[in-house]
């Protein structure tokens, strides 16, 4: 069964904090991806991966950064956080870049 | 780009009914997958189909990619179907990316 874990969960900031979401997959997966989900907005791609040490911009790129520092380890990264930030994030893995196994999201609040 | 437009943006329908879920996107796929999310948040793949139909337990899913639409019919609808589907698009020329539809949102009543 494919998996792909996030952590924290939940993460409260406050404005201009830092911020850092982890996810691991153990799908041997070479893709990975980064997204926000926010009302009215849908999913939206914040950045993503090829494989250890690529990475590609997404839709929803400024503010974000994010490193992919092994096969299975991708990680998004919030520098002076902001409101605007407040989401819920998920991240997903995939083989093909077409069938995605997604984490269970983690619901950031920066206040 | 890639735009996605999904109708109904909601339903409501009586355990036992059938629903009929459309996507509609504005631009060439070689892939379509549809998605689940509960109502708690989490996503699953329900299946990938490109063009024709393809059949998973009581949902169904027709492509007509000429016409670059695609619909989910689940039959026999249960409360436990109650949730979000969305349909995301693909195309090698976008990236290797997904486009995702807002869905529809799904609520079934015993």
């Known amino acids: 069964e494919a998996a792909v874990t996030q952590s924290p969960r939940n993460k409260v900031t406050v404005t201009g904090g830092n911020v850092t979401l982890s996810c691991r997959q153990t799908n041997s997966h070479n893709y990975m991806y980064w997204y926000r989900q926010d009302t009215g907005h849908g999913l939206r791609l914040i950045h993503y991966?090829?494989?250890?040490?690529?990475?590609q911009i997404g839709d929803v790129p400024d503010g974000y950064k994010a490193t992919r520092t092994t096969q299975e380890d991708f990680f998004l990264l919030l520098e002076l956080a902001s409101p605007s930030q407040t989401s819920l994030y998920f991240c997903a893995s995939s083989g093909t870049g077409v069938e995605q196994y997604f984490g269970p999201g983690t619901r950031l609040t920066v206040l | 780009g890639q735009q996605v437009q999904q109708s109904p943006a909601s339903l409501v329908l009586q355990e036992g009914e059938n629903a009929e879920l459309q996507c509609n996107f504005s631009?060439?796929?070689?892939?379509l997958q549809w998605f689940y999310q509960s109502p708690g948040g989490s996503l699953v793949s329900l299946l990938s189909?490109?063009?024709?139909?393809k059949h998973t337990g009581r949902l169904t899913s027709t492509t007509v990619t000429k016409e670059r639409r695609s619909s989910l019919h689940i039959s026999s609808s249960q409360t436990t179907d109650s949730g979000t589907y969305l349909c995301?698009?693909?195309?090698?020329?976008?990236?290797?990316?997904?486009?995702w539809g807002l869905g529809t949102s799904l609520v079934v009543n015993p």
């Open positions: 995301a698009p693909f195309n090698v020329g976008d990236n290797s990316k997904l486009i």
């Open positions: 189909n490109p063009s024709g139909t």
């Open positions: 631009s060439t796929a070689t892939q």
């Open positions: 991966s090829y494989g250890a040490g690529n990475l």
